[in-house]
């Protein structure tokens, strides 16, 4: 009787399977919840990279209103189209940021940017960010 309380040491093959699919299932929850968060996260710098993109150009603008200025901001995300929907950008609605000098097409995975002002004849000019106007004047 002794002998076979001894030899009852470790885990059942049928017990690690189990935890094995256990962490299977874990595993195929967690992938596509990391991948969702990623892709935020690279939206975010996105937005960020514009943002500051609209700064640079704001302040070329103010010190030098007689000339036109531009900047491209490469993008970072992986997905067509912005999936995040809501907030602006200097006032422009992100779902109005598009890819491109036009701005007539998505924007696209890996994509550009534009930001640029135009200098008019009167010392104003007006910034765009894609080509959607922004709603904030400063040069006048």
Not at 38 to 56: F, G, P, Q, V
Not at 111 to 126: C, E, K, Q
Request: zero cysteines; proline letters at 1%; a neutral charge.
């Amino acid at each position: 009787m002794n002998n076979s309380k001894k030899n009852k040491k470790g885990f059942t093959l049928a017990e690690l399977l189990i935890v094995v699919a256990i962490i299977a299932v874990l595993v195929a929850i967690a992938i596509p919840v990391f991948n969702s968060q990623l892709e935020k996260s690279r939206e975010a710098t996105d937005m960020a990279n514009i943002r500051a993109a609209y700064a640079e150009i704001a302040a070329s603008a103010l010190t030098d209103p007689d000339v036109d200025h531009s900047a491209k901001v490469d993008l970072k995300q992986t997905k067509e189209g912005w999936q995040t929907t809501s907030g602006d950008i200097a006032g422009v609605a992100l779902a109005d940021v598009k890819q491109g000098e036009a701005g007539d097409v998505v924007v696209n995975k890996k994509g550009i940017v534009y930001v640029t002002y135009s200098a008019a004849a009167d010392g104003s000019g007006t910034i765009k960010i894609g080509n959607k106007e922004v709603t904030s004047s400063f040069v006048s």
